[in-house]
C-alpha cells in the first residue's frame, strides 16, 4: 500500500489515489459492500481486455437476489492466487460458479458464491462509459469464452480493424 | 465552519465512513454519494490520530476518552488534551465522526 504525500504530522491527512491489491483490496471491497453500497476502484491488468483495460475504474454492486448470472463480471476471490480478480462468469458446476478472464488462455477457476464479492455495473475509461461488454451482449462473450473461442474472435476482429478489407474499384 | 466540541458528547465514526486496519495503518473511506470510492478522497491517521480512533468506542464521552489516554500515556495531559481537540475537530469538520446521538 503506497500513499504519497501524507504529512505524518498531521493526525490527519488526505491521500491522493491509494494503490491497493491483494488482501487490503479485498479488505476494502468487502468492508464497503458490507454497507449494501457501491464501491469504486481502479482495475489493474489485462485479464478483461479489450472490455476491461489496465487503469479502468470500475463500480461494483453488493451481491442481490438472484445470484450472478451467466455473462456478469464479478469480483471475485481467485481460489489459486486467493487475490481479488475480476472476471467474467461462465458456468456453474453443482453450486459453483466457473470464472474466466476474457483475455486468459486458462480453463477459468470454480468457485463458491461466498468468494464472489459483487457484480460489476459500471467501466469508466478516461472518464467515459464504456459499458461494453456488460449488456446483453455479456452472454454470448461469456458462451464463446466457455467454448474457447473468444480470444480467436477477438484477435479477428481486431485484425479486421488494423487492415480492413479494401473494397476493389470497379474497372 | 466552527466546530464546538462538548466534553460530555460521546463521538463515533459516521456511517457514511468506513474504517479498516490495514497494514498497519487506518484507511477511511467516506461513503461520498453513497459509494465507497477508491478514487475520491480516503484518509489516513497518523500514530496518534490511530489511537484516538481506536478508543472511539461509543461508549465513552470526550472527557473520559481523554482521561484515558492521560491514564495510559506519559505525555502532558495538556498536549493530549490538544491532540484529542486537534483530531476531533478535523474529523467532524470532514463528517467523518459525528455525535452519537445524531449518529
Excluded at chain 1, 476471490?77 to 458446476?93: A, C, F, S
Excluded at chain 1, 474466466?100 to 480453463?107: A, F, M, S, V
Excluded at chain 1, 468457485?111 to 461488454?133: A, F, M, S, Y
Excluded at chain 2, 506519559?74 to 490538544?82: F, H, Q, S, Y
Aim: one cysteine or more; proline letters at 7%.
Amino acid at each position: 500500500m503506497k500513499h504519497p504525500a501524507v504529512d505524518p504530522s498531521e493526525p490527519i491527512a488526505q491521500i491522493g489515489e491509494l494503490a491497493v491489491s491483494g488482501p487490503a483490496l479485498r479488505e476494502m471491497i468487502q468492508a464497503v459492500l458490507q454497507t449494501g453500497r457501491p464501491f469504486r476502484f481502479k482495475a489493474a491488468g489485462t485479464s478483461m481486455s479489450p472490455f476491461i483495460k489496465n487503469g479502468d475504474v470500475l463500480t461494483i454492486r453488493p451481491l442481490s437476489s438472484p445470484p450472478p448470472a451467466f455473462g456478469d463480471v464479478v469480483a471475485c476471490i481467485h481460489p489459486d492466487t486467493n487475490k481479488t480478480v475480476v472476471h467474467r462468469l461462465i458456468g456453474r458446476q453443482n453450486r459453483r460458479y466457473l470464472v474466466k478472464g476474457d483475455n486468459t488462455r486458462t480453463l477459468g477457476a470454480l468457485l463458491p458464491l461466498k468468494d464472489i464479492l459483487g457484480c460489476v455495473t459500471k467501466v469508466e475509461r478516461n472518464g467515459r462509459h464504456v459499458d461494453w461488454g456488460l449488456g446483453p451482449e455479456r452472454r454470448l462473450i461469456a458462451l464463446f469464452s466457455r467454448w474457447r473461442l473468444l480470444l480467436l474472435i477477438l484477435s479477428f476482429l481486431q485484425r479486421l480493424r488494423r487492415h480492413p478489407v479494401q473494397e476493389q474499384p470497379y474497372d | 465552519m466552527t466546530i464546538n466540541l462538548s466534553p460530555d458528547a460521546v463521538y463515533v465514526p459516521s456511517q457514511d465512513v468506513v474504517a479498516r486496519e490495514i497494514e498497519g495503518e487506518i484507511i477511511i473511506v467516506p461513503l461520498a454519494a453513497g459509494i465507497g470510492d477508491m478514487e475520491d478522497e480516503l484518509f489516513t491517521l497518523n500514530p496518534t490520530g490511530m489511537v484516538i480512533w481506536q478508543k472511539l468506542d461509543g461508549k465513552k464521552t470526550l472527557r473520559e476518552l481523554i482521561e484515558e489516554l492521560i491514564h495510559d500515556y506519559d505525555a502532558a495531559p495538556e498536549e493530549i488534551e490538544k491532540d484529542v481537540a486537534g483530531l476531533m475537530t478535523e474529523l467532524l469538520k470532514r463528517k467523518i465522526l459525528v455525535e452519537a446521538s445524531s449518529g
